[in-house]
């Protein structure tokens, strides 16, 4: 709906996707290092980790359907098409992402089976009730329109179908530490700035607006501590060679992207990002 937004996401992946696939390899998302954050473990297990978490936590043991929403270079999307053996359907705004997501299904022999499409979220090309699981991992924060989001995966969804849905999110303005302060907005508008946000929400504000469109067996969690080492990780792979030969030859927009990885240190270090969980169901027909 934001056609500039659009464009510069992008764009922003186009640009930096190849090299973030070379170094972290098929999945664009945190890992998972245990409840308290104390997990040793590689890099990309902690990804497939956080996966496997994640079904576990919303008790999603099947589907028959489904949508990857900002299914980046089909990591996740291959990764739950297999699992389930179910056909999948990933969208992006990202043609490089597309492309490389089709070369990954052919290469797993899976092309018939899994589709990928670029897409706009907040208008998704798919009928009502077209997937039993809509899954939306680290794209909610990109969309501009949060409540036109949730709606639009409500409408994709079958009638007990259900949503699956991980995103950033800032800390929430009803607790005692109350309204974000100018510092914390400040912050804010600088991660905006480098990863093309156009803002984000605090999760009871998903939780809301989830309950409001009408969804039902709502549950939710903040996953911060789990995820959060995952940053300090991007800044040690960005010492490896081929990460510092793909900085130094990339574009200015890739560098500022890495070099941004102190700005999402720092918010969560002072609790302003949050990784927020929400899974729902859509109700099924009396």
Known sequence: MDNALNQRIGAFYDASTELWEEVWGEHLHHGYYGKNGDYVVNRRQAQIDLIEELLAWSQIQQAQSILDVGCGVGGSTLYLAQKFNSPATGITLSSLQQQRGEQRAKA????????????????????????????????????????????????????????????????????????????????????????????????????????????????????????????????????????????????????QSALAVGLMIRGYQRGLIRFGLLSAQKPNLV
């Open 108 to 255: 797993a022999n899976l092309e018939q089976k899994i589709t990928f499409q670029l897409a706009d979220a907040l208008e998704l090309p798919f009928a009502n009730d077209s997937f039993d699981l809509v899954w939306s991992l680290e794209s909610g924060e990109h969309m501009a329109d949060k409540n036109r989001f949730l709606q639009e995966c409500y409408r994709v969804l079958q009638p007990g179908g259900n949503l699956i849905l991980a995103t950033w999110c800032h800390r929430s303005t009803n607790s005692v530490a109350g309204l974000l302060t100018l510092s914390e907005k400040r912050l804010l508008e600088q991660i905006y700035q480098v990863y093309c946000l156009p803002y984000v929400i605090s999760l009871p504000e998903y939780q809301a607006i989830a309950l409001n469109i009408g969804f039902e067996q709502i549950q939710v969690d903040d996953w911060s501590t789990a995820v959060a080492p995952f940053w300090y990780k991007v800044v040690e792979s960005m010492f490896e060679p081929r990460s510092l030969i793909g900085l130094v030859q990339g574009n200015f927009q890739t560098l």
